[in-house]
């Protein structure tokens, strides 16, 4: 178990590079199951979600090979139908491999998904989008089954626009029969991203980071190579730590335009923006003023950035009100970040913010990636010391995370 060790309070100031995006990167590592040959992804991040993602890859057949921030998949050889149950339960995003699956092989059997305790996020979208194309599913002993003996297009409305639904049918139409719309499709970068490396492959897609996916199916795909973009959650951590620790950072290489909603809250909370086209930067000089705020799918409030958004409004000039609308156990942490002396008060899917002058150093308990971020910039912020004892779940999200923040300015070290 990591502990987090910081001694405050720190002011972050200087360059930090962004690494690639987690949420994509898992993604296209599973994507390329479906593409027989050597899939070639640079900017993948060094994190323990993508050493999972490998591992589950390597149990299924495929030879992977790390070689710093650049991953080559072998996918020659025909992967075998069984996920492995010890890793799929560890991390959500290996339902992933569920689609690429069924397309090379016409069956799956797949572990139901684990990952953060953040709330439910149940896979049916994924299962009744499939079934439209024509598969068919048994779920039993902590298993799901598929089998199908060619996937057609189909007309599929999304009841909710569901990034992990939106990337499982984009995977499945692009070697379908005919033609697949999805409607009330996920807008989020991540998507385009994943259409971008499956386009370069050879497949069809139109319409992602719109409401409307259109996919046109064809006969194969051929592998090749592909630049993760930047991790925008990573960056709006980053950018919402100097502006919560009244300071100076610039954000290097990536796209501004994933983090318009995040800066633009920063900004109405009194930080000041310069936005290049490659980089941003984040300045605070004084205490933030409180905000309202409402997480919603992208390009929404993302709801990975609510908890280190909550650090910088429990020390705001007036009282804030922040909505949860995607997940309804993203306030767990609530309490430990109370430890630190904040007075957040939490009613249903609200949580009202009363800013206090300053946090003070406690020690306290991780229960998620995004929640343990948000503590170590609190424990950046506070007087004194803070021990954030987390259970990996920050290296499962944030590549060389105190390095980074080291080198920005942070007293911080892990044991």
Known sequence: MPVYRINGPSRLVGDVHISGAKNSALKLMAASLMVPGTTVLERVPRIRDVYLMKEVLERLGATVQMDGGTLTIDTSNEPLEDTPYELVTKMRASIQVLAPLLVRLGRARVAMPGGDAIGSRPIDLHLQGLERMGAKFSSEHGYVEGRVDHLRGAN???????????????????????????????????????????????????????????????????????????????????????????????????????????????????????????????????????????????????TDLQPPMMVLLSQATGSSILTENVFEARFLFVDELNRMGSQVRVEGHHAVIRGIERLSG????????????????GGICADGATEVHDEGHIERGYESFEEKLRELGADIDVV
């Open 156 to 302: 599929i409305l999304l009841e909710f626009p569901s990034v992990g639904a939106t990337e499982t049918l984009i995977m499945a139409g692009v070697l379908a029969d005919g033609t697949t719309y999805i409607e009330n499709a996920a807008r989020e970068p991540e998507i385009q991203d994943l259409a971008a490396y499956l386009n370069r492959c050879g497949a069809q897609i139109s319409g992602a980071g719109t409401p409307t996916v259109v996919i046109e199916g064809v006969d194969e795909l051929v592998a090749d190579k592909h630049e993760i973009i930047a991790d925008r959650i990573e960056a709006g951590t980053f950018a919402i730590g100097a502006a919560a620790s009244q300071g100076d950072v610039r954000l290097v290489d990536l796209d501004p335009v994933h983090l318009r909603l995040p800066l633009q809250k920063l900004e109405e909370a009194g930080a000041e923006i310069e936005v290049g086209e490659r980089d941003v930067r984040v300045r605070m000089s004084g205490k933030p003023r409180a905000i309202d705020l409402v997480t919603l799918p992208y390009p929404g409030f993302p």
């Open 362 to 377: 406690a020690p306290v308990r991780a229960p998620d990636i995004r929640a343990g971020a948000a503590l170590v910039l």
